[in-house]
C-alpha cells in the first residue's frame, strides 16, 4: 500500500516540500479520507473490466456523472427518425399479407413459400453481419454510413416495387430473388442506421433520446400501414391485390423524403483511422462477439423480448375471435396497442433517465410479466378488462426494445476502449439477427404447441381443453419471456456512471491522437 500525500510530505526535510509533488490517491479511495467511492471501481474488481484498459493518469473520476441535458434539436431527431416509417411500414405487409396473397393470387405453395421464409432468415444471419462489418471499415467523403443508407435505399425500393406489385404469372424464383433482394436492401439500411444513431452523441441518456424518436416512428408507421387494409375492406371487401398495392404505395412514396431528410439531419462523426476494425471471417466475427458477455445477455434479452411479443402477436387474433368470442374487435385490438405504444416511447425514456437504462429494461419486463399474467383471467365475452390488459401491454410494450437498442451502443464504446477497434454496426448486425429470430421463434413455437393442444382456427367449435391452451400460451408464454428478459439484464455494470468514465477516456485518446 502507497503512503498517503501528507503522510510523505511529513517524513521528508521542509526544504524538499515544494519539490516533492503530492502522491496520487489509490484507485477508489477518496482523497481526504480514504472512503471508497461508490462512483469508481473498488480495487478488489476482478481483472479483465475494462478499467484495465484506461491509459494512465487519468482525470479523476470521483464526480457524479452530470445530469441529462437535450443537447439534440428535436427537429434534427425527428428528421433522422423518418427513414424508420418506410422501412417498418414495409415488413408487416411482407410478413402478414403477401405470403397468403401470393398463395391464392399466384398459387404459391404453401411449402414453397415456407421454403423462401426460412432461407430468407438464414440468408440474414450471413448478411447481417457482412454490412455491419464493412459498414465499419467504410472511408469516403460521405462517411461510413451514408454510402450504405443510400445505396440500400435504392435496392429496398426495386425490391419494394417488385414485391408489392407483381406481375401477372409469378413464379417461386421470382418470389425468391425479389424477398432476397428486398431483405438485402433491409439489412443495407437498418444496420449502418442503427450505427449511426448510436454514434449522433455519445451521452448516455442521449442515446435514449435517440432510440425514443426511432420508436415512435416506428410505431407510427405500423399504425399507418395496418390502417390502409381496414379501411380498404370498407370500401373493397376482399380485395387483397389492391390492400398490397396500397401498402406498397404508401412505402415507396414515403421512401425517398424519409431517406433525404435522415441523411441530412446530422453529419457524420469523422472516421477514427485508428479504431478502423480489422476484417474479419466468419469464425472470428463470432469469436469476437461471444468473448462481449454484456453483449451476449443485451441479445439474448432482446431475443425473449421480441419472442413474447411475437408470441402474443401471433395468438391475439385467435384468443379474440375464438376465445373471447368478439371477432368484431381483433383490428381494433391490435391498432389500440400501437396507438399507446406511441405514448410508450416518451414515458420510458424519462424512466430511464431517472433509473437507467437497464434498470427501465428490467422494470419494464417485470410490468409485462405482471400484465401478461393477468390474462390468464379473461373470460369468454369479458372485454372491459380486455381493453384494460391490452392499453397497458401498448404503454409496457416498447420499454424493452428502446433500453436494449440503446445500450448496445454503449458496450460499442467499452468494447473500442478495450481493443481500439469500432464494431458498432458489427454489433447491431447481431442485435438485428436477435429480433428476426426472436420473431421466427416465436411462430415456430406458438403455433405447433396449441395445435398440439387441439386447437384448430377452422374448426367451427373448440375443445373447452384446446381453448385453455391457448390461452395459456398466450399469456404464459409472453410472461416467462419478458421474466427471461429481466433476468438476463440483472447485475448489467455498465450504467451511466461507467459509461460517463469511458466516453471521458476515449475524449482523452482521441485528442491525443490529434496532438
Known amino acids: ?35 471508497a ?7 478488489a474488481q476482478r481483472p479483465g473490466s475494462w478499467q484495465r484498459y484506461m491509459l494512465p493518469h487519468a482525470p479523476p473520476q470521483n464526480e457524479r456523472a452530470e445530469p441529462v441535458q437535450s443537447g439534440l434539436s428535436a427537429r434534427r431527431l425527428a428528421a433522422f427518425s423518418t427513414l424508420a416509417i418506410p422501412f417498418t411500414a414495409a415488413q408487416l405487409p411482407i410478413l402478414n399479407f403477401l405470403p397468403a396473397i401470393y398463395a391464392q393470387q399466384f398459387g404459391i405453395s404453401l411449402g414453397a413459400l415456407g421454403t423462401i421464409f426460412l432461407l430468407e432468415r438464414l440468408w440474414g444471419v450471413f448478411a447481417d453481419p457482412l454490412v455491419g462489418t464493412l459498414s465499419d471499415r467504410t472511408r469516403s467523403r460521405l462517411g461510413r454510413r451514408r454510402p450504405w443508407i443510400a445505396a440500400g435505399v435504392i435496392v429496398f425500393a426495386l425490391a419494394a416495387a417488385a414485391l408489392f406489385f407483381p406481375p401477372a404469372g409469378v413464379s417461386p424464383l421470382y418470389l425468391g430473388l425479389a424477398l432476397f433482394t428486398f431483405y438485402l436492401g433491409c439489412a443495407m439500411i ?10 449522433i452523441s455519445g451521452q448516455y441518456h442521449e442515446r435514449t433520446r435517440v432510440a ?15 390502417l390502409l387494409p381496414a379501411l380498404i375492406d370498407h370500401l373493397h371487401l376482399g380485395d387483397d391485390r389492391l390492400k398490397l398495392g396500397a401498402m406498397g404505395g404508401f412505402v415507396l412514396l414515403a421512401l425517398l423524403p424519409a431517406a433525404w431528410l435522415t441523411l441530412r439531419a446530422f453529419p457524420e462523426a469523422p472516421a477514427r483511422e485508428a479504431s478502423r476494425a480489422k476484417p474479419l471471417g466468419p469464425l472470428a466475427t463470432i469469436r469476437v462477439i461471444a468473448r462481449e458477455k454484456l453483449l451476449l445477455r443485451v441479445i439474448l434479452s432482446d431475443l425473449a423480448v421480441t419472442f413474447g411479443q411475437g408470441v402474443r402477436n401471433t395468438l391475439l387474433l385467435f384468443v379474440v375471435s375464438i376465445y373471447m368470442g368478439l371477432p368484431e374487435w381483433g383490428a381494433t385490438l391490435m391498432l389500440s396497442q400501437y396507438i399507446f405504444g406511441i405514448a410508450a416511447g416518451p414515458i420510458w425514456m424519462q424512466v430511464a433517465s431517472r433509473i437507467g437504462k437497464h434498470r427501465a429494461a428490467i422494470t419494464g419486463e417485470l410490468v409485462q410479466v405482471a400484465i401478461n399474467l393477468g390474462l390468464l383471467a379473461l373470460t369468454p365475452g369479458n372485454l372491459g378488462l380486455l381493453i384494460a390488459l391490452t392499453a397497458a401491454q401498448g404503454l409496457a410494450q416498447g420499454s424493452g426494445n428502446l433500453m436494449l437498442r440503446a445500450m448496445v451502443s454503449d458496450i460499442a464504446d467499452q468494447h473500442r476502449l478495450k481493443t481500439g477497434q469500432d464494431r458498432t454496426a458489427l454489433f447491431f448486425s447481431a442485435f438485428s439477427i436477435s429480433m428476426k429470430a426472436g420473431m421466427a421463434l416465436a411462430v415456430g413455437v406458438a403455433l405447433p404447441l396449441v395445435g398440439a393442444a387441439g386447437f384448430d382456427p377452422a374448426a367451427a367449435h373448440n375443445s373447452p381443453t384446446a381453448l385453455t391452451a391457448l390461452l395459456v400460451t398466450f399469456a404464459v408464454g409472453p410472461a416467462l419471456a419478458h421474466l427471461c428478459s429481466a433476468a438476463l439484464l440483472r447485475g448489467f455494470t455498465l450504467d451511466e456512471a461507467a459509461h460517463a468514465q469511458i466516453r471521458r477516456e476515449l475524449d482523452r485518446r482521441a485528442a491525443g491522437a490529434h496532438a
Open 1 to 35: 500500500m502507497c503512503r498517503s500525500a501528507s503522510t510523505a510530505a511529513a517524513a521528508t526535510p521542509v526544504a524538499r516540500r515544494s519539490r516533492r509533488p503530492p502522491r496520487p490517491p489509490e484507485p477508489g479511495r477518496d482523497r481526504r479520507q480514504g472512503a
Open 37 to 43: 467511492d461508490p462512483l469508481l471501481p473498488r480495487p
Open 190 to 199: 437498418q444496420i449502418p442506421y442503427l450505427a449511426w444513431s448510436g454514434e
Open 212 to 226: 425514443t424518436f426511432a420508436t415512435v416512428a416506428s410505431s407510427s408507421a405500423l399504425l399507418l400501414v395496418i
